[in-house]
């Protein structure tokens, strides 16, 4: 079974930098994609970027383009997310997602397998 494991949450002044991860195991199929979400408290889960491992192909959020990188390290299975420029609304628990297909998604339901949540805290 798939298994998407998330790390790399922190503390981080605001302006400041961290990057996580996302470990995927049990992947048997080369048409998936891995999304990065967030969530808020007292918001909605909003997919923030992702990356197709078909093509490579990525999608951005408004809110974090230009100051979030998404990558892969196919040989070790592994999606990042570089975080920079770190602001107070950045603030929330980040999950990691993989759905089916070579199409990026940012919306909830059409994920496949969710990995856990990793808290990033950025104070002002």
């Known amino acids: 079974d798939v298994q998407l494991q998330a790390s790399g949450g922190g503390l981080v002044q605001d302006g400041g930098s961290l990057r996580l991860s996302c470990a995927a195991s049990?992947?048997?199929?080369?048409?998936?994609?891995i999304t990065w979400f967030r969530q808020a408290p007292g918001k909605e889960r909003e997919g923030i970027s992702c990356?197709?491992?078909?093509?490579?192909?990525?999608y951005y959020a408004d809110s974090v383009k230009g100051r979030f990188t998404i990558s892969s390290d196919n040989a070790k299975n592994t999606v990042y997310l570089q975080m920079t420029t770190l602001k107070s609304e950045d603030t929330a628990v980040y999950y990691c997602?993989?759905?089916?297909?070579?199409?990026?998604?940012?919306?909830?339901?059409?994920?496949?397998?969710w990995g856990n949540g990793t808290l990033v805290t950025v104070s002002s």
């Open positions: 049990g992947i048997t199929y080369a048409d998936y994609h």
């Open positions: 997602a993989l759905s089916w297909g070579s199409v990026c998604s940012s919306y909830t339901y059409g994920m496949d397998y």
């Open positions: 990356i197709s491992h078909s093509d490579g192909s990525t």
